[in-house]
């Protein structure tokens, strides 16, 4: 099975943060690590309040997707 196109983000201050993949993915897959977070996140409607790692790490997921989709 082949993985294609896939993003892994974590927050810092997630419990499941030590068992998020740290091996070698293969290409179009990558970790994304958002320091000061906790679980999901990413995937909460983004606010003025939010810190830049988050705001960052939204960003990075939204171009990894622009790049894929186009």
């Given at each position: ?8 983000p974590?927050?810092?201050n997630?419990?499941w943060?030590p068992?998020?993949?740290n091996?070698?993915l293969?290409?179009h897959?990558?970790?994304v690590?958002i320091?000061?977070?906790?679980h999901c996140?990413d ?5 003025q309040?939010?810190?830049?790692q ?5 960003e990075r997921?939204?171009?990894m997707i622009?790049?894929?989709?186009s």
């Amino acid at each position: 099975m082949q993985l294609n196109n896939a993003v892994f983000p974590s927050g810092t201050n997630d419990p499941w943060y030590p068992l998020m993949f740290n091996g070698t993915l293969p290409n179009h897959a990558e970790p994304v690590v958002i320091h000061g977070t906790a679980h999901c996140a990413d995937l909460y409607p983004s606010s003025q309040n939010d810190p830049l790692q988050l705001k960052e790490a939204r960003e990075r997921i939204a171009n990894m997707i622009n790049i894929w989709i186009s």
